[in-house]
């Protein structure tokens, strides 16, 4: 995409046009895999029709936002007591067999 400063404007040219393009249900059934991959690779849009009369149109899903699980606790987690220095002795004396 390039964008041109045009006075009070920006005009928008789009290196690529997005597809859309018709097939029909047997032909979509045959190539279903490889017109998927183009879908996500290239993107656009397929109108799949059944005796010419569009039945399914199909596009690429929204990729969705990688989110860091840092902080995902944040105020939901109370610490109660001392987490490092922990007295065990007493959970060991439950598995001795005297």
């Known amino acids: ?3 041109h ?5 920006i005009d928008l040219e789009y290196d690529e046009v997005m597809k859309t393009r018709l097939i029909g249900a047997t032909e979509f059934k045959a190539k279903c ?3 998927l991959d183009e879908l ?7 109108t799949v029709t059944k005796r010419g009369r569009p ?3 199909i596009s690429p899903a929204k ?3 990688w989110k860091s699980p ?3 606790l944040a105020g939901k987690v109370k610490i109660i007591g001392d ?5 065990t002795s007493e959970l060991w004396d439950a598995l001795r067999r005297d």
């Open 1 to 3: 995409m390039c964008a």
């Open 5 to 9: 400063w045009s006075g009070d404007h």
């Open 33 to 35: 895999l490889a017109l």
């Open 40 to 46: 996500e690779n290239q993107g656009g849009t397929i």
């Open 55 to 57: 039945v399914a149109m």
């Open 63 to 65: 990729k969705q936002t």
């Open 70 to 72: 840092k902080g995902i």
């Open 83 to 87: 987490i490092v220095n922990v007295d």
